[in-house]
Each structure stands twice: as C-alpha cells, then as structure tokens.
C-alpha cells in the first residue's frame, strides 16, 4: 500500500522516464533527417565511384592512360524534358575509337523561343556497367546553359573509356556504349522588371527611383 510519502516520488520517477523517452524520440527523428539529407550524396558519391547506374567516371586528363588495339563504339542520345523550348542534338551520332584513345564530341543546342531560357543536363551510359570506365575530361552536365532567344550553342565533350573494360570479365563483351543527356529547364530567379522599375519609398517617406 503506498503512504502519501512515496506518491510524489513515484511521479518524479514517472515524470523523468517520460523525459527521457521524449527525449530518446526527438533525437532519433533528428537521426532519421540528418540521414535522408545525406543520402542523396552519399548516393551519388557512390555511383561516381562505382559507375552503379550508368554513372560515368570524371578525369582531369588521359595522361598516363594506356591505349590497346580494341575498338568501341560509342552512341551519342539526347533528350528534352517536355515542354522545354529548346532543340538538343549531338553533332554528330557515333563515334568508333580505341579504349584508352581520348576523343572530343560536340552536341548543338539552340533556343526556339522568343525569351530566354536555361537549361541544366543530366547524363547516364548503357550498358550501366560500362558507367566505370567512362571517363569525361569536359562535359557540360549539371552546368546552367541560358541561350537567348534564337542562340545556338555548340557544347563539346572530351571522354577515353578506360582500357581496364577489357580485363573485365562483366565488361570485356561491350562493344557499343551509349552516352545519353537529358536537358531539364531550370527557373531563373530574376525580378521582373517592373517590379524593379517600381519606386522606393525612403526612411524620409518620400519616392527614391530604383536603378538597374
């Protein structure tokens, strides 16, 4: 039986568990956030360094790069998020080089609108296992490109692909690879120009005119 002694000290009890659960709960959500943030490059951290899903492979340059008689064609994709108002192409649409040969290719893209617009690429290779020995020197992925209305651009890759794909016995049947870009337009956050052509009123009360 308790006596009226013990009654408050087993709400204290109580009421310092209760605490501690709380606390135990706050601290795992803050876990479970500071995880999913850094999945994303914690993800893409690992594709760059394995190649998982097409991800290809960034180099300074092929120095030092060995070069072996065995060709590989490779295909050049590219791709428009709808409803964007742009024309996107490559140059030109294969190319047959010898791994560890370094090689430059060109895509065209032009503004088919009356207003400017910015786009950013993303980029993948097929087969997703060949991603590891794809090696980019020069790209224009995940670069804002704006082209004014009517603008053409000329945006060139430079790439090897690594002459290891050879040794390897997942790899050493690919003989076409397929580079494919995908451009996604990007909003641009300047005012518009009537906002900023609106007077300001300073500290005085009076009109101030706005200066571009």
């Not at 308790?2 to 706050?26: Q, S, Y």
């Not at 876990?31 to 690992?46: K, Q, T």
């Not at 070069?67 to 709808?82: C, G, L, P, S, T």
Request: proline share 5%.
């Amino acid at each position: 039986m308790n006596t009226p002694e013990t009654l408050p000290h087993k709400d204290m009890r109580a009421g310092r568990a209760n605490r501690r659960i709380a606390v135990a709960c706050v601290s795992a959500v803050a876990v479970m956030v500071g995880m999913a943030y850094a999945a994303v490059p914690l993800y893409n951290l690992f594709c760059r360094v394995t190649g998982y899903a097409g991800t290809t492979q960034v180099a300074v340059n092929s120095e030092g790069i060995r070069i072996i008689d065995r060709e590989v064609k490779v295909r050049f994709d590219a791709n428009i998020e709808k409803g964007f108002g742009w024309e996107f192409a490559p140059v030109q649409r294969d190319v047959a080089l010898k791994l560890g040969e370094t090689r430059e290719i060109a895509y065209r893209a032009r503004n088919l609108t009356d207003k400017p617009l910015t786009g950013t690429a993303t980029f993948n290779v097929t087969p997703q296992s060949a991603g590891a020995y794809f090696n980019k020197i020069e790209c224009f992925c995940f670069t804002e490109t704006t082209l004014q209305p009517g603008e053409e651009l000329i945006m060139p890759v430079v790439f090897f692909v690594d002459p290891d794909m050879a040794d390897t016995e997942e790899t050493r049947d690919i003989h076409t690879i397929t580079l494919s870009y995908t451009f996604f337009e990007r909003e641009t956050e300047e005012k518009p120009l009537a906002v900023l052509s609106e007077p300001q009123r300073d500290e005085t009360g009076g009109e101030r005119e706005n200066r571009l």
